[in-house]
C-alpha cells in the first residue's frame, strides 16, 4: 500500500536525522588527489553557470573566414549526452583562437570537412547536475587555462612534469626523461601513486606505433625509468587500489587518477563520465582522509570545443583555452567562483608548496597555487555529497525542521495506529465490544 511505503519513507528521515555528523580532524591538506578528465572547455560545461564568467547573449561565430554570406553558428544547448568528436589539434585551436579574436571555432572544423555547429554545442546542470551541484558547494574556477595548445599529450606532460620534454610530434621512440612532479616526491620521501583505470600493466609506450590513451593520459608509461626501476613502477596501479587505500586508510599524499572508458572524451557519454567522476569524489567524502585533502577536478584540453576567453600567452605553448576545474576541499572557499588565472602547473605548485620541494621548471614556478581556493584558517567542514538533480530541492528553513520532524511523527504514530486496527483480527474486535457493553454489570 502506498501509505505504508509513504510510512516506511517518514521513518528513514527520522532515522537518518539522528546520525552525528563526524567530527572534523582539522589537519591542513595532507592529501591531494587529481583527476583529469578529456575534452570540453569551461564554457562547453559551465558557460552558463550562475555568477561565472560564461558565454555572452548575441555570440554568433562564423562559418567561413573569409565570407559573411555563409552565415554564422550561436551557442546552443546540447539536449543528447554526446557530440561528435572535433578536431582538437594544435593548427585547429590555433585557428579558433584567430589571433585572439576567439572567432574561429566553427570555420576552423568546417575547415576539416567536420560539422562546425558542434563546437558551438554546450551542456548544463540538466545533463551535469553532479558536476554543477559540486561547484555550487564548492569552489568554480573560471580562469583555469589547459597548459598547451591542442590536444592531450603535451597537456598531460605539463601536468606532470610542466614542460613539453618534446611532445609535439608524439612520443619519441625513447620516450620522455623530464623531471617530474613524482621524482620530487620520491626524493623528499613523500608518498604518491598514479591510479588508472582498467590499467593494464602489458601496455606502454613500447608496446607499439600506436599509443593507446592509457599511454598517452597517463604520460608516467611513456618514461623509461618508470617503466624499468620496479620500485618507480610500484606506485603505478589500477584504480580499483584507490577504493581500497580508502578504505584503508592508506591514501598516500599525492594520488593521480586516469580515466578510461568513462574520460567524457567524445563523442563518450558526458553524463557516463559525470558519474564516473563524481564516484571518485564521494569515496573521498566517505572516507576518515575527507578531513585532510584537496580534490582537484578537470579536463585534460579544449576538445574543440568554444570558449570566449582569450588565454594568457605565457610562452610559446599556451596557456591554451580554459577547461573546467572544480576545487572540493573541507577548507575549500564553499561557494565561490575563483577567477585567478590558473593551469595543470598550479596544481604542481600547490604540491611543491605543500610539500617543500622544488619547482621543476620556470612555469610551475610562476604559477599561481591552487592554494588560492583554500581557507586554512577555518574549521574543516563536513562534505556535501552533491544531489542528482540541478538545483537540488529546497530543504525547509532550519527554523522549520524541528516542527516539521514533529509534525512526520505525529502523522508516523497515527499510521502505525490505524496499521493496528487493520492488522489486529475482527475476532477479536467483537470480543472486545461485547466485553464492553457487559461492563456495567
Known sequence: MKWLAGLAGIGLLLTTAAIPVMAADPKGVEHVVVLMQENHTFDNYFGTFPGADGISEGTCLPRSRTSSEAGCVAPHHVDVPRTEDPDHGRGTALNAYNGGAMDGFVWAQEERNLDGADAMGYWDGRELPLYWNLATDYVLADRFFSSAW????????????????????????????????????????????????????????????????????????AFPRFLDDPALRSHIVDLDEYFTDLEADTLPAVSYIVPGGASEHPPGNVTVGEQFGTSLVTALMRSSSWWSSLFVLTHDDWGGYYDHVPPPQVDADGYGFRVPGILISPYAKRGTVDSTVYDYTSILRFIELNWGVDPLTARDGGANSIGAALDMRQEAAAPVFPDRSYPPPQLPAAGNRLALIAVYAAVAVVFAVALVWVLVPSSVKVVRRGRSRAAPE
Open 150 to 221: 591542442g590536444a592531450s599529450l603535451t597537456n598531460h606532460l605539463y601536468w606532470v612534469a610542466a614542460q613539453a620534454d618534446n611532445s609535439h610530434g608524439g612520443i619519441p621512440p625513447a620516450g620522455f626523461d623530464a623531471t617530474t612532479i613524482f621524482d620530487r616526491l620520491e626524493e623528499a620521501g613523500v608518498s604518491w601513486k598514479m591510479y588508472i583505470q582498467n590499467y593494464d600493466p602489458t601496455t606502454d609506450f613500447r608496446s607499439g606505433a600506436e599509443h593507446p590513451p592509457q599511454v598517452v593520459w597517463s604520460a608516467l608509461l
